[in-house]
Structures are given as structure tokens and as C-alpha cells.
């Protein structure tokens, strides 16, 4: 107890706010610069404070970044994503997104939520264990992964080359207001294309519609969508969800008079525990009556409150005199990989408004971020002794 209240003093608050801002300021959105600018740096950062961190690729141009502290195995993976999304039409911000911008207790710019906020909490927890306490019993491990806000390219390629091996558990920092999430949910990216036969407008018994098809097929969904909702409530997470996110078909620019020769439908599906994915895409299939292509497969995923990993998150909190509340992480997560493919419990505990992520003016509060590392620094020496 002593040595986590320790490791939580020993973090420094300036230190904290500065790594901050210099990778707010550092745009690394993709498509765009990518990682690599907030890699160079943060590779330096540790370097400079007597790390030795790593670069893996994950996608040419697209480095994933690894440092440890301590070794042996049965330590804890401390993971963090370097991309964030675009800003969009930067004339609508208030503040520069790429500023860093700070007023009263808040710094503005895309990314200082989502989630450099807490990513430079998790570099400053494990600076303060260092500091605190020289090389912990078992290892920490900061994971800085590539392209979350896309398919998930760095953990999968950290996963992949046995990064996670050896490890028994993995704090990610997403925004989620400090929330203890044990559960997040499953993610179906699918596309469905609806062939028909071109024609002329003027004639459309010469040819097939494939609009027709398409569009029943949208409307129908929403009573798919209720029956699994009836069947599959979730406390923490809600209900799941299918929205169809594109609706295509054209013979092209301008052609207003021709029957298209096939109409493109694409689904973002949100499904919670107990939903069979293959299950729902091959009845998905069967109201069609054409494929379905599957983009990408997240399956949803929880750690049981159980779990040591947990027990320390709620103890740092409690150490720290702040309240401990549980909650789910709406949407998918690196942790969603390093729980499915790499059998990890994971807690995902993060600063910032679980609403901010991909906003115009996105901010996240300064002394919520520090207090975070504080967290962090006391939940990793709890966990690892």
C-alpha cells in the first residue's frame, strides 16, 4: 500500500501536461501524416528518461511503439493508441486542432481526449513507478499501437508477434471517465452488394432494379435489430445495435436515366455478449438473399470482476480517494484483440468525456489526466507485488 501511494506521488504533474501537449501538437491522423511523427518523439521522450523502447511495423509507415520496465514474466501491459481521426474542416474549430491549446484546466485539439490524454498518463505512471521504485517485481510494459481508429492494424501485429505473451493482464486507457469497463462491445463491419441488370430509365422492364431489393432488405433490418435487442440487453452496455452507415448505387455520375447494375448496402453492427456472429450474418444472408461480405469481425468481450487486475483498479481508485464505478465501453477497443486473441483480462479505465471522442473542439480536462497517471502508477504497483 505504502509503495502504490509512493509510485503515485512520485508522478509529475508537469511532466504529464507537457508530454501532452507536444503530441496533441503532432497531427497523426490517417489517412494523413499517420503515427510516425508522435512515434519520433515519444521514442525520444523515453529514451531521454533511461528507457530503451522498440519500434514494431504494423503497416509500412505505421510503427507500433513498445518500452519496458523490469522483466520476467506476468506483468502488465500498459496500452495506448497514437492515431486519432481526422479533424475535418478545421475553419469550424474554435481552437487549432493540432494548438494544444490549454484555457483554465482544459487543452483543446483533436486527439487530447481520444486518446493522447491517456496515453501520456500511462508514459507518466510508468516514469513515477521508475522513479518510486527502480525496477518493479514483474514487468510493465507501455504498448503505443497504430491505427485503432481504423482495423486495428497494431495490436493485431503486436498480438500476432507474441508481444503480449507472458503477460497476465492490460490497463487501456480509452476515454471513459475514469469508469472501471470490464465489458466492451462486438463489432460487425459488413457489406452487401444486391446485383440487378441495367437498362434504360424510360424502359424498366428491360432490365432489374437492385434499389428495390436494397432498400427493403434496410427497412427490414430494424426488426432484426428488435429481436436482438429483446434478446440480448446488456446493463452496462446497452442494446445492440445494426445501422446501415452506406447506401450506393449509380451507373454513374450524372446517369439519371439508367437502372444501375448492382446497389451497395453497408452495416456497422454493435452486438453485446451472447450474440453468435456467424449466426447473425448468415441470417442476415437469408433476408438478403445475397452474400455478405464481413470487413471486419470484433467479438465483444468482458473480464470478470474477479480478476486480480480488476481488484487492483478498485483499489487504486479507493487509495486515491476517488469513487470506483464500473461501466462498458460502447464501441470496440485495442483491448478488445488483447482480450479475444491474447486471452488477457483487461480493464479499459481512461480521462476525458466517453461523448468528446471525434468532435470539433475535442478537449480533455488537465488535472483529470494527471489524476489518471496517479491511478495508474499506484493500480501497477499494486498489481505487480
Known amino acids: 500500500m505504502e509503495r502504490a501511494?509512493?509510485?503515485?506521488?512520485?508522478?509529475?504533474?508537469?511532466e504529464v501536461?507537457?508530454?501532452?501537449?507536444?503530441?496533441?501538437?503532432?497531427?497523426?491522423?490517417?489517412?494523413?501524416?499517420?503515427?510516425?511523427?508522435?512515434?519520433?518523439?515519444?521514442?525520444?521522450?523515453?529514451?531521454?528518461?533511461?528507457?530503451?523502447?522498440?519500434?514494431?511495423?504494423?503497416?509500412?509507415g505505421r510503427p507500433n511503439l513498445v518500452a519496458d520496465l523490469g522483466e520476467r514474466d506476468g506483468g502488465l501491459l500498459l496500452e495506448g493508441h497514437t492515431d486519432v481521426v481526422t479533424p475535418g474542416d478545421e475553419a469550424l474549430w474554435r481552437y487549432p486542432p493540432y494548438g494544444g491549446v490549454v484555457e483554465g484546466k482544459r487543452l483543446y485539439g483533436r486527439g487530447a481526449c481520444d486518446m493522447k490524454g491517456g496515453l501520456a498518463a500511462l508514459v507518466g505512471a510508468m516514469l513515477a513507478v521508475k522513479r518510486a521504485l527502480g525496477k518493479p517485481p514483474r514487468p510493465l510494459r507501455l504498448a503505443a499501437l497504430a491505427d485503432e481508429e481504423g482495423m486495428m492494424l497494431g495490436v493485431k501485429a503486436f498480438v500476432k508477434a507474441g508481444l503480449a505473451r507472458g503477460f497476465r493482464g492490460a490497463l487501456v486507457a480509452e476515454p471513459e471517465e475514469m469508469e472501471v469497463c470490464l465489458w466492451q462491445k462486438g463489432a460487425l463491419r459488413l457489406r452487401l452488394r444486391f446485383p440487378g441488370k441495367m437498362a434504360h430509365g424510360a424502359m424498366p422492364y428491360a432490365g432489374e432494379n437492385p434499389i428495390p431489393k436494397a432498400a427493403r432488405f434496410v427497412l427490414e433490418l430494424k426488426e432484426v435489430e428488435r429481436r436482438l435487442q429483446e434478446r440480448?440487453?446488456?446493463?452496462?452496455?446497452?442494446?445492440?445495435?445494426?445501422?446501415?452507415?452506406?447506401?450506393?448505387?449509380?451507373?454513374?455520375?450524372?446517369q439519371l436515366n439508367v437502372i444501375p447494375a448492382e446497389a451497395e448496402v453497408a452495416l456497422d453492427v454493435r452486438t453485446t455478449p451472447g450474440v453468435d456472429h456467424a449466426g447473425l450474418v448468415a441470417e442476415l444472408a437469408a433476408l438478403a438473399g445475397?452474400?455478405?461480405?464481413?470487413?471486419?469481425?470484433?467479438?465483444?468481450?468482458?473480464?470478470?470482476?474477479?480478476?486480480?487486475?480488476?481488484?487492483?483498479?478498485?483499489?487504486?481508485?479507493?487509495?486515491?480517494?476517488?469513487?470506483?464505478?464500473?461501466?462498458?465501453?460502447?464501441?470496440?477497443?485495442?483491448?478488445?484483440?488483447?482480450r479475444a486473441w491474447a486471452g488477457l483480462p483487461v480493464v479499459v479505465m481512461g480521462p476525458g468525456r466517453k461523448t468528446l471522442p471525434h468532435q470539433v473542439d475535442e478537449w480533455v480536462d488537465l488535472e483529470e489526466v494527471v489524476q489518471a497517471a496517479r491511478v495508474y502508477a499506484a493500480l501497477a504497483v499494486l498489481y505487480l507485488e
Open 5 to 14: 501511494l509512493l509510485a503515485a506521488e512520485a508522478v509529475e504533474a508537469e
Open 17 to 60: 501536461v507537457g508530454l501532452l501537449r507536444a503530441l496533441v501538437r503532432i497531427p497523426s491522423h490517417y489517412p494523413g501524416p499517420g503515427e510516425e511523427g508522435v512515434v519520433d518523439f515519444l521514442e525520444a521522450f523515453l529514451k531521454e528518461r533511461g528507457l530503451k523502447p522498440f519500434r514494431q511495423e504494423a503497416a509500412p
Open 232 to 254: 440480448f440487453p446488456h446493463p452496462y452496455l446497452g442494446p445492440p445495435y445494426l445501422t446501415p452507415t452506406r447506401f450506393l448505387a449509380t451507373a454513374g455520375e450524372g
Open 290 to 338: 445475397t452474400g455478405v461480405e464481413v470487413l471486419e469481425d470484433r467479438p465483444p468481450v468482458e473480464t470478470p470482476k474477479e480478476d486480480p487486475l480488476v481488484q487492483a483498479a478498485e483499489e487504486a481508485l479507493r487509495l486515491l480517494g476517488l469513487p470506483v464505478k464500473h461501466g462498458g465501453v460502447p464501441g470496440a477497443t485495442d483491448g478488445t484483440f488483447l
